[in-house]
């Protein structure tokens, strides 16, 4: 049987996960695919470090140029993280015309356009089923299975931690920082964990999907970023008593469906340009909706296409097992182009929308949850109701919860869809008023419509 050899770039977490992956199931995928898959090299930072994963000593390095350059290597896996080191590493490989499979969502988010172009140069492929949602075959489904939809609309919960820290806090109402704790001691967490907490990872995944669905390659520049470290216990109790769930939501709508301000605030972007909005927030998910019931490290995504309608993928979104099972099906891909050539196959990224934009949230409609800090006293809901109401903002409900006592009380406020750039302005204007105190919490709320 053919042998494809690989070299891993990167034995923590994923890496190890990798290699005994291959060592599970290795027979099983041989014989599915007609080639066996062999770890000749895997490549690490600091040889004398423990591993949970025991890797032959034979096969470790430091030096990872030894295993790109090594020209018994046939398949490159970068499973390092970061975005320059892992950059070269994936840029010599592919001029060595080796096929590359990563994990790397900030690295593609960052560079994809120059890393597929190398690929395409180079007459190989680039795989990166792993970068987003764990093991959820995304990019499978909209690369080939959906292949034949327009997507009008991507909701995806695509970060692990943040969907692991807002279940357990909403479930046992716990500390934010002890569950992060727990997620970086289960693998699931990036090295630098802000890049889950702040939306930056959603936002890299979501513009991978985002450009993949509409076939441009999405600048992150232009991704809009919300985190969820401002999110209270408060509110995720408010929110529940409501019927809603707060969640991190990756968003990719075509911008017909954005609202009726998108027009006028995006009015550079021409209208026969593919417009689209792209952006991570925390939201209120209605508890009727399936995306609602997604917890711990589970990962969703729901996808509206033209022709299919509406579909959903779930799984395990982060951590060792399931994105190695991501990793293996990508080694798959790289192994039957080694045994039969690129040109059979669908190239993992193809471009084709050379005019596509992503349009500015500003212009962007949405409902809201509004939380206040107001003095308890006659007049405060008609001064912020006539500030609403200059703005052309609607109310949808007003709550002052029971059993809060004191001279500050907390009062909800559900506002009716509006221009992101309205609320904006009129939530400064509301702060300034001498009954509010405290900066207003604002937290959109999404109706899948
Ligand atoms: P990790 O546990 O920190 O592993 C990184 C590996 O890279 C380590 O083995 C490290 O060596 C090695 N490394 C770092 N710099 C190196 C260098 N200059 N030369 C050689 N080796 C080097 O990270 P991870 O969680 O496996 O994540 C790897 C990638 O997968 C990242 O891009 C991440 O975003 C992505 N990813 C992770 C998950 C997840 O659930 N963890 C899921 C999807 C995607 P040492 O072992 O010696 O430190
Ligand atoms: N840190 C990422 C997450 C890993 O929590 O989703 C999976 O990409």
């Known amino acids: 049987m053919q042998q494809a050899n690989l070299g891993l770039v990167g034995g ?107 690929a395409e140069r180079a007459g190989t492929n680039l795989y990166y089923e792993a970068s987003v949602a764990g093991g959820i075959p995304i990019i499978k489904v909209l690369r080939e299975g959906l292949i034949g939809n327009r997507i009008t609309r991507l909701y995806g919960i695509v970060n692990g931690t943040c969907n692991y820290i807002l279940t357990r806090m909403k479930r046992e109402g716990a500390d934010f920082s002890a569950v992060l704790a727990d997620a970086q001691r289960l693998g699931y967490a990036e090295a630098e964990p802000s890049l889950d907490v702040d939306g930056h990872d959603a936002a890299h995944k979501i513009g991978i999907l985002a450009s993949l669905a509409h076939g441009f390659w999405v600048n992150p520049k232009d991704v809009h970023v919300e985190g969820i470290r401002d999110i209270t216990q408060q509110d995720i109790q408010f929110a529940g008593q409501l019927g809603y769930t707060i969640k991190l939501l990756g968003v990719v709508k075509q911008a017909e469906a954005v609202g009726r301000a998108a027009t006028k605030a995006n009015a550079k972007i021409t209208a026969e340009k593919a417009r689209i909005q792209v952006s991570v927030y925390p939201c209120l998910v209605p508890n009727s909706h399936v995306l609602a019931s997604v917890n711990d490290v589970f990962n969703a995504v729901y996808v509206r296409g033209d022709i299919v309608g509406d579909t959903l993928y779930y799984g395990r979104g982060a951590g060792q097992d399931a994105t190695a099972s991501a990793v293996l099906s990508d080694l798959a891909d790289a192994a039957l182009d080694l045994k039969f050539g690129t040109k059979h196959r669908i190239p993992p990224f193809v471009p084709h929308e050379r005019a596509g934009a992503v349009v500015s949230m500003a212009g962007v409609t949405s409902r809201y949850y509004v939380r206040l800090a107001v003095l308890d006293r006659p007049g405060v809901f008609a001064k912020i109701a006539a500030i609403l109401a200059r703005a052309k903002i609607g109310i949808s409900s007003i709550m002052q919860p029971e059993g809060h006592e004191g001279a500050v009380v907390p009062v909800i406020l559900m506002i009716h869809d509006a221009p992101n750039a309205a609320m904006q302005k009129a939530l400064a204007q509301i702060a300034q008023l001498e009954v509010v105190k405290g900066a207003p919490v604002m937290i959109r709320v999404e109706s899948f419509e």
């Open 12 to 118: 923590g977490t994923v890496g190890g996960g990798v290699f005994q992956a291959i060592q599970r199931n290795g027979a099983l995928v041989a014989s599915r695919l007609g080639v066996r898959l062999a770890v000749a090299k895997v490549a690490v930072r600091d040889l004398a470090k423990a591993r949970a994963v025991k890797v032959p000593a034979a096969q470790l390095t430091t030096d990872w140029q030894s295993v790109v350059n090594d020209p018994g290597v046939d398949i490159v896996v970068e499973l390092m993280g970061g975005t320059t080191t892992a950059r070269s590493v994936v840029l010599q490989a592919l001029k060595l015309g080796k096929p590359v499979v990563t994990a790397n969502k900030a690295l593609l988010s960052a560079h994809g356009e120059e890393l597929f172009a190398a």
